[in-house]
């Protein structure tokens, strides 16, 4: 075995960026499972980036974690953030919680914005960060006076994640520079919702109803945009999903780039 030298474009990073994927928590028969809908592992991939399904974390970890993650994806989840974490009791008891996700994700998310990665949240993912940040949701949204109901309904996947309304795309904000002025069609398949924006966060986009569908936080370092609806429900097929994917993925390269650094000229290969 000799090593050679091979030469390399210049600027080149080495690798795809690696974009955390956040997992849920979840009883299979009698075995404890962390696991991440398929849909967001194809959605980084469609953003052109390498997703790593992340299981819960302590505080070190979490360090390590965003110490190698070039991106955040915080995905969507059946279960609810629990009301504690904005003070309030449980409404609903028969709803699904996880506060094994709560314990590590609100802190990820505090750190991720700080550090000025790259973070896209989508549906739970967004209600996370907003209480992240010290916002409220409605826990029932279709519970509320004047807000409509914006669970999904059907009997099948393709019925709940269907276009269900318009939302208002807020001018001036990081959503118009992605996806035009609008209106934009999206699906709704949630019961939770914000209730309180958060300090400091931006208005991207509000439903017809007037239920905030989309926010930002203009102060952050870096990329980061929540959308209460499910962008990487059949992504490849919808022109608004792809912009937001590749907007993402455009900045976790960046952020690759700028923090691991480009190669050199000239690498190590074995012959």
């Known amino acids: 075995m000799r090593m050679t030298l091979e030469p390399r474009p ?3 990073s080495p690798g795809l960026p690696l974009v955390l994927v956040t997992s849920c928590n979840r009883m299979l028969g009698e075995h404890p499972f962390h696991i991440a809908g398929r849909k967001y592992v194809d959605a980084v ?6 997703p790593l399904i992340a299981p819960p974390a302590s505080a070190d970890e979490v360090e390590a974690l965003l110490a190698v993650a070039d991106g955040v994806l915080l995905t969507g989840s059946p279960s609810n953030v629990h009301p504690s974490h904005f003070g ?15 314990a590590w994700t609100l ?38 006076p004047g807000l409509a109901d914006h669970r ?6 393709a019925q709940n994640y269907a276009p269900a309304h318009e939302v208002n795309v807020v001018a001036g904000g990081l959503l118009e520079r992605i996806v ?16 309180r ?31 209460q609806w499910h962008p990487e429900w059949q992504a490849a097929g ?31 290969a074995l012959a």
Not at 198 to 216: K, M, N, Q, T
Not at 242 to 267: C, K, N, T
Request: charged content about 20%; proline content about 9%.
């Open 10 to 12: 210049r600027g080149r």
């Open 45 to 50: 991939r469609l953003a052109g980036a390498l």
């Open 88 to 102: 309030e009791e449980v409404d609903d008891e028969s709803l699904p919680l996880d506060p094994q996700r709560d």
């Open 107 to 144: 802190p990820l998310i505090r750190l991720a914005l700080a550090r000025g990665l790259p973070l896209l949240a989508i549906c739970r993912g967004t209600q996370e960060t907003n209480v992240a940040l010290g916002g409220s949701l409605h826990q029932a949204v279709h519970e509320q």
């Open 152 to 157: 999904g309904a059907g009997d099948s996947a």
């Open 180 to 195: 035009g002025p609008g209106p934009i069609t999206v699906n709704s398949v949630h019961g939770q919702g914000v209730k």
């Open 197 to 227: 924006l958060a300090h400091g966060l931006r208005v991207e986009a509000l439903a017809p109803d007037g239920l905030i569908e989309a926010f930002s936080q203009p102060a952050a370092p870096g990329f980061n945009l929540c959308v």
């Open 238 to 268: 919808n022109p608004v999903s792809m912009q937001l994917l590749l907007a993402f993925g455009a900045a976790v390269r960046q952020y690759r780039d700028r923090v691991r650094g480009p190669l050199p000229e000239s690498v190590p």
